[in-house]
């Protein structure tokens, strides 16, 4: 039926338009974001679910932090023990060389004066084995616990070990010397028992060290795993956008046109009234 009061073909044509203008905006948000989920409103179940992933994803970074830090600690413990064991190595030498009851003062005290010297440096590197504030062989820590879990319930536990001077891994004194024959020779068991009580110790705290590193690399790949999830659910594929977009286009432009056509319909009245 021919109308001038209501163009029927205009409004079916405005509302293909319409709809067509709806898909190539959300194609367009697709294209310019990467994502075919952006927010609620295009998918909410699968926008939810990707939420927890990623906030499991940025719970895993807290945790790998961590991780990084307990393992430097427990790093910068076994270099420092590696080093004591050394010139522990090297004062049961010296102790042994000045046992000799032949030596002469000045070879006693040569002798005595390097054990002396490695004695202090033991103390120095013990002092200054620290990491962000954590020392694990100078005895002012008992154990450091670090982050294994997205939910914050779950540890692993680096145990100290007290490696100074006196203590019960290297029993050495602080004012321990050679300076005699005979502390010379009661120096060399003495030393013997702390070398093979410290590689205790650092065997102890390199399997620490271990957990720590495969908990670090599981940690590392279920987050790689979250992260290929959400891109699963959420990225949109480009290529196919792409043709989409092609293809709306020219869907719009022949909108376009069908809208132009119905919107001269009721010029066609006046022909009839001539």
Not at 103 to 128: H, K, P, T
Not at 233 to 258: C, F, P, R, Y
Request: net charge neutral.
């Amino acid at each position: 039926m021919l109308s001038v009061n209501t163009n029927y073909g205009a409004m079916v044509a405005l509302q293909n338009l319409n709809s067509t203008q709806a898909m190539l905006a959300q194609t367009d948000n697709r294209i310019s974001t990467g994502l075919a989920v952006s927010g609620p409103k295009d998918n909410g179940a699968v926008w939810a679910v990707a939420q927890n992933m990623r906030a499991d994803v940025a719970s895993l970074a807290s945790v790998t932090t961590s991780l990084n830090n307990a393992t430097s600690a427990a790093d910068v413990a076994v270099s420092a023990g590696q080093a004591i064991s050394d010139l522990l190595t090297q004062m049961k030498a010296k102790a042994l060389a000045a046992s000799d009851s032949s030596l002469d003062a000045n070879s006693r005290a040569a002798y005595n004066a390097d054990f002396v010297a490695l004695r202090d440096q033991i103390s120095s590197i013990v002092s200054n084995a620290s990491f962000n504030g954590v020392n694990l062989i100078d005895g002012s820590t008992l154990k450091v616990e670090a982050l294994a879990n997205a939910k914050g319930d779950a540890f692993i536990t680096v145990t100290a070990r007290d490696l100074s001077l006196g203590s019960a891994n290297v029993t050495v004194a602080a004012t321990s010397t050679v300076s005699t024959a005979a502390k010379a020779s009661s120096m060399i068991s003495t030393v013997e028992t702390s070398i093979n009580a410290l590689n205790l110790a650092l065997a102890q705290l390199g399997t620490d060290s271990k957990k720590l590193g495969i908990q670090q690399t599981f940690v590392s790949n279920l987050s790689d795993s979250l992260t290929q999830g959400i891109g699963n659910l959420v990225n949109a594929d480009m290529a196919k956008e792409s043709a989409n977009l092609t293809a709306l286009q020219t869907k719009q432009q022949l909108g376009i046109q069908a809208l132009s056509i119905a919107n001269q319909a009721p010029a066609a009245i006046l022909a009839l009234f001539r």
